[in-house]
């Protein structure tokens, strides 16, 4: 998980420094991106409120951008000048129906990004066994509905080829359907992006302290700003990982790397979830129906047999990394008589700002 949400930051990052910013500015992409991760890191590290409140604001402007999108593609249709036959096209000459979409799919775990991140968070909240899973559900069935109606907007107003071809896909439709200059929706994206990239990198940099703090990565990373107490030394390295990531890969290999390590997150979940059945544990719970997990990690293998050979490989380098360090962190605690000397006792860690 935490891989994966360094992945992804990267990919936004990469992002940022695209079609719409290039709406204002030509600049190497490679160049905006460390610096729009280091800007990051500044907000992510001045604590939990400012970093929750940029992401209001950032999510009340996403969201009336999406609005507009939907509303274009709506005049574009009425005008005449959609096509909504190019809803019901599935598949090309080279795939078919069931292939064209098993391709979807994969992608739309991509912009599902985030949602899983928030658990991280959710012991910020009051009374989290509560307020987490209506909050988790309510916004996952209105993000739902709003992207399948952008889908349906874009879709039938663009032509397919061309949205495919665009770093900038809903900038398309806006340039298509005119009347809102492409500047305003180019910096609603950005903004977009930016939201995006700060919240899941507070959710790395967050677990990686987690981590440390239990004896699973390196105690340095425990380390806390005597003031704000957020976690400082874990977001200094997972943002130079992110940056790493993104001078080194484009945005299409990043966002498949990140799609294949969630594919085998939530495999690994769902079948924990069926090992988690058999403990009644404490207190009154969600209990799950066993059909579900065993659907979930049965989805997993399948939608994992469309990433292409290329990603597997850098995806594969990245779990033998984790590996290797869960393997040496759990060697580190035997030998120390489970768990001496830990972060939490060497008295270098508090938690970090709970807002």
């Known amino acids: 998980m935490l891989a994966a949400g360094i992945v992804s930051v990267a990919a936004l990052a990469r992002g940022f420094g695209g079609d719409y910013l290039s709406a204002f500015v030509t600049l190497p992409v490679g160049a905006v991106a460390v610096v729009f991760l280091a800007l990051l890191a500044l907000v992510n590290a001045r604590g939990i ?42 598949g090309t000459p080279e795939k078919g129906a069931a292939a064209a979409v098993l391709s979807g799919s994969v992608l739309a775990y991509y912009s599902f990004v985030g949602f899983e991140t928030s658990v991280n968070v959710a012991e910020e909240t009051r009374d989290p066994r509560r307020s987490y899973p209506r909050a988790l559900f309510g916004a996952l069935a209105t993000a739902g509905a709003v992207y399948v109606l952008v889908g349906l907007a874009a879709s039938a107003a663009v032509p397919t080829s061309r949205l495919a071809e665009s770093s900038g896909p809903l900038l398309e439709v806006v340039e298509a359907a005119g009347g809102v200059p ?43 700003l005597p003031g704000r107490r957020t ?27 990140l799609v294949l390590l969630l594919l085998v997150v ?87 700002e709970a807002g």
């Open 49 to 90: 409120k400012e970093s929750t409140r940029a992401n209001v604001v950032a999510t009340v402007i996403e969201v009336g951008g999406l609005a507009v999108i939907v509303v274009l593609g709506a005049w574009l249709l009425l005008r005449g000048d959609g096509d909504v036959g190019r809803l019901g096209r599935l």
């Open 182 to 224: 492409t500047r305003l929706f180019s910096a609603i994206a950005l903004v977009a992006v930016a939201n995006g990239a700060l919240l899941t990198g507070i959710m790395s940099s967050r677990l990686a302290y987690g981590m440390a703090r239990d004896g699973l990565l390196p105690a340095a990373l425990t380390k806390v």
């Open 231 to 257: 976690p400082w030394a874990a977001i200094a390295v997972t943002t130079l990982l992110a940056m790493l990531l993104a001078l080194t890969g484009s945005v299409a290999t990043l966002a498949s790397t």
């Open 266 to 352: 939530f495999f690994m979940v769902n079948t924990a979830v069926l090992v988690l059945r058999r403990d009644p544990g404490d207190g009154d719970h969600f209990r799950t129906p066993t059909a579900l997990p065993v659907l979930g990690a049965a989805s997993c293998v399948v939608l994992a047999t469309q990433i292409e050979a290329e990603v597997w490989l850098r995806g594969l380098a990245v779990l033998a990394v984790g590996t290797v360090l869960a393997t040496v962190a759990t060697v580190r605690r035997t030998g120390r008589g489970g768990g001496e000397g830990t972060p939490r006792d060497a008295g270098s860690a508090r938690e970090p």
